[in-house]
Each structure stands twice: as structure tokens, then as C-alpha cells.
């Protein structure tokens, strides 16, 4: 949870990398307002089935635009990148920098200010009670801009350093915490069954099977495959 209903965007850009250990039901990955009714405002982000949805609350009017991918496009028990773009008048979806879903186009409008505090892994106007995320959440980001899909596919498996232009907020977890890693501090804290997990491949790489004797000034060839699917730049320890 972060105290923030992030308002005052024109436009957003919002990514996650997700590990889904169930696709039955319904499970929020980002939200900062409510799905439907009253009160409005704001953004979520979530899956059902193997559906991806996205919502966002308009100035104008009020009123509510949303847009869903096809099925078949969460995949269970396996790291996968998402991200949820408007540029004031429609919603784009992506799955691994690729475009899934593209809403109706509408007249321009910003983003109506959210009425909820930002959640990740849950729905923010249900708090505690309905569509918690099961899995993994990792290196989640909002930005205060239209991401390209050139941007998104460039920099998905990177590491930020926190003051790239437009960050609105960066969670990635990484030491123990839920600190906002941008220059707006967005600190969160866990509540309910969140908490720092671990990676969940327990193959993160895999040695080819070699017999062999090498003399002294000799060598031999061992094949390392890596299984880098979802892993973000940085170390790590097996």
C-alpha cells in the first residue's frame, strides 16, 4: 500500500513483471480506484483467466474506459512483463512489449484523480477483501507519460537508476522493502499475505552433462544454459 492517489496525471504508463501461480478467478495487479460505480477515479490493472484488463477513470464525464486482451495471453507459473498505457484517449495493453489490446479512441481527457490510495496486488477499494494477486509482483512502475512500445521493450529488462524523466513511481523490491525508488519517495509498506519472496525458478541454469578427463594445459567444453525469463540487470546467487 502507498499514500498516494497519484493525481494530476494527463497521462500513464504503468508495468509490472507478474508470476501468476493461478489463472481461475480474478486477481488485481495495480489499482488506485475502484472497478465500477461509485466512488470514481483512477486506474486498475488486472487479470481473469488469462485475460488482461485495464481501466481507467476519465475527467470527463466521469466516466469509465476500459479494454481487455484476448484469452490465452497469461500464462501460468511463468514470469511475464505487462504494461498499461493512456495517452488520453484510449488504453493500449502489452504483453512482453507486445501489443494485445488496443481500447475505442475517445476525446481527449486526463485521468480523473483516483479514490483510493495506490495497491499493488489488490484491488485498492476492496481492501482487504476481494481479487488479491496470487504469485509474484516484481519491478513495478508508473509513469506520468506515453511509454512507446520501443521504450517499453528497451527498457523492461533494465534496471532504473529512479530519475528518469516522467517516473512517477518505482518499486522494485530489492532491498527487503517497498520503497519508492523515484524522486516522489512513494514508500509503501506490506500488508495482509504480501511479503519479499524469492525467485520461483528453481532451474535458474542448467550444466550440459560432460565426462571428461583434461590433461594439465588441456581444456573442455561445458554448455551453461541460463534461464533468464523475467530476470532483471544485476546478481545473482545460486
Known amino acids: 500500500r502507498v499514500l498516494n492517489t497519484y493525481p494530476g496525471l494527463n497521462t500513464v504508463t504503468l508495468e509490472a513483471w507478474i508470476y501468476p501461480t493461478t489463472i481461475s478467478g480474478v486477481h488485481w495487479i495495480i489499482s488506485n480506484g475502484r472497478d465500477c460505480c461509485t466512488p470514481t477515479g483512477g486506474f486498475n490493472f488486472y487479470y481473469s483467466g488469462t485475460t488482461l484488463t485495464g481501466l481507467i477513470w476519465r475527467s470527463a464525464g466521469s466516466t469509465q474506459i476500459g479494454v481487455s486482451s484476448a484469452a490465452g495471453l497469461i500464462t501460468l507459473n511463468t514470469w511475464q512483463h505487462i504494461a498499461m498505457v493512456y495517452d488520453g484517449t484510449k488504453i493500449q495493453l502489452f504483453r512482453n512489449g507486445v501489443l494485445i489490446a488496443t481500447s475505442a479512441t475517445y476525446a481527449e481527457s486526463s485521468v480523473m484523480t483516483g479514490s483510493n490510495n495506490l495497491h499493488i496486488g489488490i484491488l485498492a477499494y476492496s481492501v482487504p477483501g ?3 494477486f496470487l504469485g509474484n509482483i516484481d519491478d513495478v512502475r508508473i509513469w506520468n507519460n506515453v511509454r512507446t512500445q520501443n521504450e517499453i521493450v528497451a527498457n523492461m529488462n533494465k534496471k532504473l537508476t529512479g530519475n528518469e524523466p516522467w517516473l512517477r513511481g518505482y518499486w522494485n523490491f530489492e532491498n527487503q522493502n517497498a520503497n519508492d525508488l523515484s524522486p516522489y519517495a512513494g514508500n509503501g509498506t506490506f500488508f495482509g499475505n504480501s511479503a519479499i519472496g524469492q525467485y520461483p525458478n528453481n532451474s535458474l541454469f542448467t550444466v550440459s552433462a560432460v565426462t571428461d578427463t583434461v590433461a594439465i594445459g588441456d581444456s573442455s567444453v561445458v554448455n551453461v ?10 546478481t545473482y546467487n545460486d
Not at 225 to 234: K, P
Open 130 to 132: 476481494f481479487y488479491e
Open 225 to 234: 544454459t541460463i534461464s533468464s525469463t523475467g530476470l532483471l540487470i544485476g
